[in-house]
């Protein structure tokens, strides 16, 4: 044993020699190594930094859309559960066609969950950007006082996306959480809410310039604060939030939205959107001399804009082409028209379909209809540019026709309705071509949906012929003929419910596809007309040189309560007892 | 002084404890030393001995010590009789006694008092009063009776005399040198030379010749009279003198005090996967491992876990694995050929892992790779030829089948019928071939059968100072795509001119050099050199695999093949296209071109080693360097969908194209990326100490290791160990280990990056008691072990280029402002860091059991154990959303806690039978993990808490074995939202709310990890002939159809579609009513998944059998060779599993994905094994 002593030692020894020369560099072999990350200090100490910071806020700007943005916490515009449209996908891939069932499973409340925690993350990073734009930001104290009423604008704006989706939900304020905080923040009122947006945007609108110039433009402006504020009235009057909440539960009826009704919501709605009109820097784009409409149709397609308030900027694009042309043009036709949306479009003389003398013929159903239905559809025999042949060329959706023509609903090689969209779309761009077009993309508020905030809360006050006055700007600019009484086919002296119906049937063709119509339909409290109807289609038949045409039924829409607002996520109301489910979830 | 003496090895040194085998070293030595004597050349003397001490330490590679022992003898003891002070005498001095037991009574007891006294004083006082004498003869005492002649000595010794000769050889026939031939009774023998051959003269007719020689069985042959004995010895089926390879070294299966499998090359090759991992599959108790695909070298095929798994994030769960000490991740270890491979030994408790300290939590997988043998160079050739085949293929419904199930869902859904009763009876009839076609996608697409061969040569051989083996290897294997011609003449002549392939396959180049040297007598150097060149194809079309299983793409009706006029056919419009216009599946394969992987590993590993006995005998000093190097790259040659097809209308024999556009076939378009490098260089340096010292044996090791990794752009990952091994044991019987790492990693923060992993193991060889030998002498082995410690895995998931505990602000999308387009780019706030995050940690506790019975003709282990892993880097699921940050961008914090418990059994039998040699081998594997803690947010009902379940336990909704059944069923029971019809499924409403919603989601079932594993191998020899059969079943796991597997009209119509429920036939059907739009209803898998859609994955493999012949060696010789075996081997014969049976897809194939990954392979191969 004497000598396994002596070893060890010897070993241990030899040991140690090793360890030393292992050691020598011990602060730095196994430290880190790299240091190109960057953090919360890095970041504020730098001003180049600071503005990506900023940048990166507005890169996230959610709207309502699928067009692969990284923001879309979930697929789809929600519109394929309305009447709008239909969709590619007949079910499972998208969460918004779970609802055509009202089979809300994992997945529907994942991406809810996913869309909440993105709203969230947003104001965080406000918040973040408020706090760290201090006395010792780098940026100017001009800079810096404009930045954050920027921020204050965005901050409000995903608020006001949140209480689209959910109601009243929790203000959190200035609050940066640290993950230990204290988890027992409550849900606001919805009249809270309100009030929160409305104070906020109140207080950064004066110190946002009405305009930006070059690189600047883009940016938050004053006219954006105030068109925010426009929506966020309108909603607060509308119907649903307006005392008409289905809740029973006066606590969850004070979350969902006014617990009583009160006319003058509508006030200070006409005022919010009158404002945006006296700011005096809008008007509607209008072009009816090169053809009637083209100012409807350029309005989409050009980078600076009078009519365009606040769109999510990118470059060169063709999002929207390749996301919603028919195959023929390289598109994946997402989501496609219904025959509702297209009989919602009036004839040239402004006249409805169904108007007696409007000259609407159902063997040759899309001859002289508002010219804004030739920028939005693409039905049998529409002209569209084929990057192939590089030429206008007539797109095909009769039954049979090959690639494009009308499909089963159940499939998804094509329409089921017999049309294709090309909202917003330039003709000269295809899905499979490399062309682009510089353009704002998505708009996210622009005049012509003042003037229609304007005109519903005019009707809703009262005020008939302002409302009219709106409808007849954006019917002249559509390149409708003004008729021998120059009221562009709306009638004279329409009763309240005419002019609320014409407002209605007017936001539904204007805005079509601007992410608009699943919110309208909710404000308006639609979900009992909505629920249980059969969407419709077009099934035209070709014979030698002639069509027939036939609809047909396509797909029931699922519209209960429950649809009205989101499930708040199960496992938010998990941690947080004091937290109130939405109904029906 | 080179005497005899100081070439002497004691049994006790050379740690051999069976006392047969103590017999036969001293019959070694004394018989080489005699043999020796006739040519009285010093020199020659010395030679034999290093030949047998070279024998000996091929067999041991623990190092021999060697000690000079004087002829002096010290012994203290009253009342000891006359033998036992001979074999004190032999155990001190080496020096042998002999006599005859009519000269003297070696029982008779004497008084002794010994110190250092020398060999004549102990001679003297033994035979004191006998009237003996003795005479020294080279090292031999030998006891004579006073004053007699020599002549005397020779009548005393034998009267009849007989001279034998002969060979020993193996069972392979090959010679074996050094067998001990002794004549039973007595010390007399010799041993056999190079050559195999020995001779004895002087013995009885009458005598009995006992054969030994370690490592083999001893057998005993009576003489009977004949001079010419030949013998083939078995190799021993003991395994007690195995050498079992442990952490940083080796150690003798006797002396293991913790939980170790080892399983030797032959045993691998047995199996004829052409990956290792496949080969390993119920062969070694604790491993499991899952075939994913059967896609020639797809890279994550198979997964490989020791002991089930115990941790339930993104952290690894795969074991360590090393190759002769150079660590391989799991594609690289998927690559090893297994012919290179000498042993695997798989590394289970803390006892055995905790060397590797931070890196050993999930268990460690030490592959040793071959060596080479003194002597000629000996070369090896093997060729094997395989055939494999699906081992299921889908069997889809034809087109009548399918329009008729499709007609019937649309009925349910109120919608018009696709198909008119003329359509149908088309179908039928198959009269209307390009208007109404019916194909069998599967036959057109995919061969019955595809090929593998697999080609190696291995040399190896050496002299005393430099050993090597070598051995190059050529791997091909065929895929299942079928060359499809194109046949109208634009495009044959494109795609001939063209000639590619762009079958799946795998292509694997393999060499390997290693090469021992001695460079001094005490300093010894390994060079191994290894490379790897992969290549893996397939075609560069999306999914001719997925494809054929779903309706959206290929229905049998889709389109014909080819049209009338050659081209490719195209899918009528009044029908439907295919998804996403996908063209013509076989002109995309026949056009498509393919996508190519390559792969490069190399490593090199040189390591040295410096006997210092001249410090202390049994020391030594190893130094080794590491370096891999691993590379990727892709290339493709692609087509996309470019090319013309025809939709052909019968009616008027007009031709409408797919594409209008699209009017020639497109050229081929050529990428290339390169992957991610990766780098390893790995330093260790260690003191090893391995001694014995009378009854005890003590051994030590004290390492230091240090590894840089780079991959790509990621940090690098540092780490760095110290590491240390102390272990002792008395006479093998109890022992006693502690061992532990201090190990730091460069992934946490530089206060939390070293820890310490210690472990404890205590062993008790109860069969080495001389009590229990003497009651129970047919025990050989019976061993209780035990073993406690923890150890770490820091390989906890990361992506790369991250440190944990950094809060990280990162670079997130562009944004374009001003009234042109500029880009800006964005920044915000990215992952939080936890500045305590650290490694996961495993207390392993583990209970042990081998014995061995009937000189190792039954064997087997037993094993408990008890593994709770804590520090389980989880991110937190209760922290609110309102808080701002992404779920994905919390934290992760150490706090998850699993328990993982089981128990491993293994037995094994051996016997002979005449010729006939059986060898049964059986083990059962069961482990049982469970979450412990998981920061899991409050569940609303108790059926919903993941917490206490398994690992990967689904939540489901829970069907009730039937359907709704009419109108009044489905208003009397509870049912989901939404829309509903008779025959849809019926799940169990638990919260009795009269609504099917997730609150009925319950955890329930098995994971998909199985935690049984049961493996039986059973080999039969008889002659030259040998067969293999294996075994292997894996129980009580799931497998979860997937959203493509089984959904009518997503899944092309399959068998179990026609035992839909019908109001005809609502009592016997076994699958829903059909609708259209099945995933638009509460059923679909994907977000609703429930019990309908579970199968118990349960299965019972054939995994391989092998049949060979080896011819028989004077045949063989006389051809010049040395060695000829024929063999026949399949692998997954056969599978029973209810999976199969229900979908038809393979039972370990991954949840969810069995639509898109290609059919596991049954191989049948031939080969042929020759050794020069």
């Known amino acids: 044993m004497k000598n396994f002593f002596y070893t060890t030692i010897k070993g241990l020894a030899i040991l140690v020699i090793i360890g030393c020369w292992g050691c020598q560099d011990e602060d730095s072999f196994l430290d880190k190594k790299v240091s190109a990350s960057l953090n919360e200090q890095i970041v504020f100490a730098d001003s180049a930094y600071t503005m990506d910071y900023l940048t990166a806020i507005y890169e996230g700007l959610y709207f309502w859309y699928n067009t692969g943005s990284s923001a879309t916490a979930t697929n789809g515009s929600w519109s394929e559960i309305t009447d709008e449209c239909e969709t590619k996908w007949p079910g499972g891939h998208n969460v918004p066609n779970q609802v055509f069932d009202g089979t809300f499973g994992e997945p529907f409340y994942n991406r809810i969950a996913k869309l909440w925690s993105h709203f969230y993350t947003r104001i965080r990073q406000c918040n973040i950007y408020l706090e760290n734009v201090n006395e010792e930001s780098p940026l100017s104290n001009a800079l810096k006082a404009r930045t954050k009423a920027e921020i204050r604008f965005l901050r409000a704006y995903h608020y006001f996306l949140l209480m689209e989706g959910w109601g009243g939900v929790p203000l959190v304020g200035d609050t940066i959480y640290s993950l230990s905080s204290p988890n027992l923040q409550v849900r606001n009122s919805w009249a809270e809410c309100v009030d929160y947006i409305v104070s906020e945007l109140d207080a950064v609108a004066p110190m946002l310039p009405v305009r930006y110039t070059g690189r600047d433009y883009g940016r938050i402006t004053r006219g954006a604060c105030m068109a925010l504020k426009s929506r966020v009235l309108l909603f607060a009057a509308s119907p649903l939030y307006n005392g008409g909440s289905p809740a029973e539960e006066p606590a969850l009826k004070e979350l969902t939205g006014y617990p009583s009704h009160d006319e003058t919501r509508w006030l200070k709605a006409l005022q919010a959107a009158q404002d945006v009109v006296n700011l005096g820097v809008y008007e509607l784009k209008t072009d009816n001399a090169t053809r009637p409409g083209n100012g409807f149709y350029e309005l989409f397609l050009e980078r600076v804009s009078d009519e365009i308030i606040l769109a999510r900027m990118q470059g060169p694009n063709k999002q929207v082409e390749r996301n919603h042309l028919p195959r023929s043009r390289g598109g994946n036709f997402l989501r496609y028209p219904t025959q509702e949306l297209v009989d919602a479009f009036p004839m040239m003389n402004g006249l409805s379909i169904e108007s007696p003398g409007s000259g609407y013929d159902p063997e040759d159903p899309y001859k002289n209809r508002d010219p804004r239905f030739y920028y939005t559809v693409i039905y049998n025999g529409a002209s569209y540019f ?128 601007e992410m608009q119509r699943f919110w309208d339909l909710k404000r308006w409290k639609a979900g009992d007309w909505l629920d249980g109807a059969m969407m419709h289609g077009m099934q035209i038949t070709k014979k030698g040189d002639e069509f027939s045409y036939q609809r047909i039924e396509t797909r029931h829409r699922y519209f209960k309560d429950n649809l009205y607002y989101f499930p708040i996520p199960p496992d938010e109301l998990a941690v947080n007892l004091g937290l109130i489910q939405n109904l029906g979830w | 002084m080179n005497t005899p003496g100081r070439l002497w090895t004691t049994p006790e040194v050379a740690g051999l404890t069976n006392r047969r085998c103590v017999l036969n070293l001293d019959q070694m030595y004394k018989i080489s030393t005699r043999s020796s004597c006739g040519t009285s050349s010093r020199m020659q003397k010395v030679l034999l001995v290093m030949k047998l001490m070279t024998t000996m330490l091929l067999l041991s590679i623990l190092q021999v010590s060697a000690e000079t022992y004087a002829q002096k003898l010290t012994m203290n003891r009253e009342a000891v009789s006359i033998r036992q002070v001979f074999k004190e005498i032999r155990k001190q001095t080496g020096f042998n006694v002999l006599w005859k037991s009519d000269m003297l009574d070696a029982s008779s007891l004497i008084h002794v008092r010994f110190i250092e006294s020398p060999l004549e004083e102990v001679m003297q006082t033994c035979l004191q009063g006998t009237g003996m004498t003795y005479t020294v003869d080279d090292k031999t005492v030998v006891i004579r009776r006073k004053h007699q002649s020599r002549t005397d000595v020779t009548g005393w010794e034998l009267s009849q005399q007989l001279r034998v000769s002969g060979s020993v050889t193996d069972t392979t026939g090959a010679p074996l040198p050094g067998v001990s031939v002794i004549i039973k009774g007595t010390t007399n023998g010799v041993s056999t030379d190079i050559e195999g051959n020995y001779t004895l003269g002087s013995i009885e007719d009458n005598a009995v010749l006992v054969f030994s020689m370690v490592g083999f069985e001893t057998r005993e042959i009576p003489v009977s009279g004949r001079t010419l004995v030949d013998v083939r010895l078995r190799e021993a089926i003991s395994e007690m003198e195995e050498i079992i390879v442990v952490g940083y070294g080796t ?84 690559l090893i050929d297994p012919n290179e491979v000498e042993s695997v030994s798989v590394l289970k408790d803390a006892a055995a892992t905790a060397i590797y300290g931070i890196k050993g939590a999930n268990g460690v997988i030490l592959v040793t790779t071959r060596r080479g043998k003194a002597g000629k160079p000996v070369i090896r050739a093997k060729t094997q030829w395989a055939v494999q085949t699906p081992v299921h293929r889908l069997q889809p419904l034809d087109a009548y089948q399918t329009g008729l199930l499709l007609n019937e869902a649309l009925r349910n859904d109120d919608l018009p019928e696709k198909f008119t009763e003329e359509d149908l009876e088309l179908f039928r009839s198959g009269e209307d071939p390009y208007g109404h076609p019916n194909v069998d996608w599967n036959k057109v697409l995919f061969k019955n059968s595809s090929m593998i061969s697999n080609n190696n040569v291995d040399i190896s051989g050496g002299t005393d100072r430099i050993r090597y083996f070598v051995t190059a290897g050529y791997m091909f294997r065929d895929g299942i795509l079928r060359g499809i011609d194109a046949r109208e003449p634009r495009l044959a002549a494109s795609q001939a001119a063209d000639n590619i392939n762009n079958n799946y396959y795998q292509k694997r180049y393999k060499f390997r050099s290693n090469v021992d040297i001695k460079a001094t007598n005490t300093l010894d150097f390994q060079l191994n050199v290894a490379g790897t060149y992969n290549e893996t194809n397939q075609p560069e079309v999306t999914g001719p695999i997925s ?102 209308n019968p009616e008027d024999a007009s031709y409408s194209p797919r594409d209008v556009n699209l009017f020639r076939i497109a050229p081929y378009s050529q990428s290339y990326a390169r992957g991610t490098p990766e780098r390893r260089l790995n330093v260790q340096g260690s003191v090893k100490y391995n001694r014995a010292i009378g009854a005890h044996h003590v051994d030590g090791l004290v390492l230091f290791n240090q590894t840089s990794g780079m991959k790509g752009p990621n940090a690098p990952v540092n780490f760095r160990g110290y590491t240390f091994r102390f272990g002792y044991n008395y006479r093998q019987r109890y022992l006693f280990q502690v061992s532990g790492a201090y190990n730091g990693t460069s992934r946490f923060v530089t206060q939390k990056q070293y820890q310490l992993f210690p472990a404890v193991s205590l062993g008790w060889n109860l069969a080495n008691e001389l009590f229990f030998q003497d009651a129970l002498p047919f025990v050989n082995v019976l061993k209780f072990r035990g073993s406690l410690g923890w150890v770490g895995n820091d390989d906890i998931g990361l992506s790369g280029d991250e440190y944990l505990y950094e809060d990280e602000y990162g670079r997130v999308g562009n944004y374009s402002f001003g009234e042109t387009h500029n880009n800006f780019e964005g920044i915000e706030e990215g992952k939080q860091g936890n ?123 829970i069907w009730e074995e039937t359907f709704y059944m009419d109108d009044e069923d489905i208003a009397n029971s509870a049912t989901p939202p939404g829309a509903i019809q008779h025959g849809w499924l019926k799940y169990r409403d638990l919260n009795d709310d009269g609504i099917i919603n997730i609150d009925d989601m319950a955890y329930i079932g098995h994971p998909n990890l199985p935690n049984t594993n049961i493996g039986l191998n059973l080999g039969v020899t008889y002659g030259g002939f040998s067969l293999n059969v294996l075994l292997q079943a894996a129980l009580n796991f799931d497998v979860y159809t997937g959203f493509d597997m089984a959904i009518p009209f997503k899944t092309v119509p399959q068998p179990i579609h026609l035992n839909r429920w019908t109001p005809e036939t609502a009592e016997t059907a076994t699958f829903p009513a059909l609708t259209t739009n099945f995933v638009g209803t509460y059923m679909n898998p994907r977000g609703n998944p429930s019990t309908f859609w579970t199968v118990e994955g349960d299965y019972l493999r054939i995994r391989s059998a092998q049949l060979s012949y080896r011819f028989p060696v004077p045949l063989v010789k006389k051809a010049g060779l040395e060695n000829l075996t024929l063999f026949a081997s399949g692998y997954d014969l056969f599978t029973w599993s209810k999976v199969l049976k229900k979908y038809q897809f393979d039972p370990e194939i991954k949840e969810g994905a069995a639509h898109f990954v290609y059919p596991s392979q049954r191989i049948v191969n031939f080969g042929l094994e020759v050794t020069f």
């Open chain 1, 386 to 513: 084929k990057r192939t042949s590089n030429q206008m060329e007539p797109v095909w959706t009769y039954k049979g026709a090959s690639q494009d023509g009308l499909k089963p609903v159940t499939a998804n090689t094509g329409t089921s309705t017999g049309y294709y969209s090309r909202k917003m779309m330039d003709e000269r761009v295809t899905g499979d071509g490399s062309a682009t077009t510089d353009r704002n993309h998505p708009v996210l508020f622009r005049y012509g949906g003042i003037l229609l905030n304007l005109a519903e809360a005019a009707v809703e006050t009262g005020d008939i012929p302002l409302a009219m006055e709106q409808l007849i700007a954006l019917r002249r600019r559509a390149g409708i003929d003004p008729g021998a009484d120059n009221r562009y086919g709306l009638p004279a002296d329409p009763s309240q419910e005419e002019a609320r119906q014409l407002v209605r049937n007017e936001r539904f063709i204007e805005l079509a596809f």
């Open chain 2, 251 to 334: 150690q003798k299966k006797q002396e293991v005090s913790t939980a170790i499998s080892q399983i030797q090359g032959d045993d691998i090759r047995k199996t004829p996967a052409t990956a290792l991992q496949n080969s390993l599959t119920g062969k070694i108790p604790g491993l499991y491992t899952q075939q994913r695909s059967g896609q020639p070298g797809a890279a994550g095929a198979a997964e490989i876990y020791i002991r089930g798994v115990a941790t339930f994030t993104n952290a690894s769960k795969q074991p360590l694995i090393l190759v002769d000490d150079v660590e391989y991740n799991s594609e690289q270890f998927f």
């Open chain 2, 547 to 648: 494809h054929v299983y779903e309706f959206e793409y290929l229905t049998p009706y889709i389109y014909p093949v080819y049209n009338p006029d050659g081209s490719f056919g195209y899918a009528n419009p009044e029908w439907g296209e295919p998804r996403g216009s996908n063209n013509n599946i076989a002109g995309l394969i026949a056009l498509g071109g393919y996508s190519r992987k390559l792969n490069d590993f190399m490593n090199v590993h040189l390591s040295g080693r410096q006997k210092l006995d001249g410090l202390t005998p049994g020391l030594s000093l190893t130094a080794s360097i590491a370096y891999s190097a691993a590379n990727e790259a892709q290339k493709n040659l692609r087509r996309a969908q470019q090319f013309p097809s025809f939709y052909y």
């Open chain 2, 835 to 957: 500045y305590d995050v650290t490694w996961e940690t495993e207390r392993k506790f583990d209970l042990g059991m081998d014995f061995s019975i009937f000189n190792g003709r039954i064997s087997g282990s037993v094993d408990y154990f008890d593994n709770y892993r804590y520090d389980i880097l989880t991110q937190r699921s209760t922290v609110p959303t309102y808080f701002g940050v992404q779920p994905a961008d919390l934290p992760p914090v150490n706090i998850g806690e699993v328990s993982n418990k089981g128990y491993e059994i293994e037995i094994g039998g051996k016997t002979q039978i005449g010729k006939v040699g059986i060898d049964i081998k059986g083990n059962y594997s069961f482990a049982r993990n469970k979450i412990l803690y998981m920061d899991e947010p409050p569940a609303k009902h108790p059926w919903q808490k993941a917490t206490g379940l398994p690992i990967g336990t689904q939540k489901q909704y």
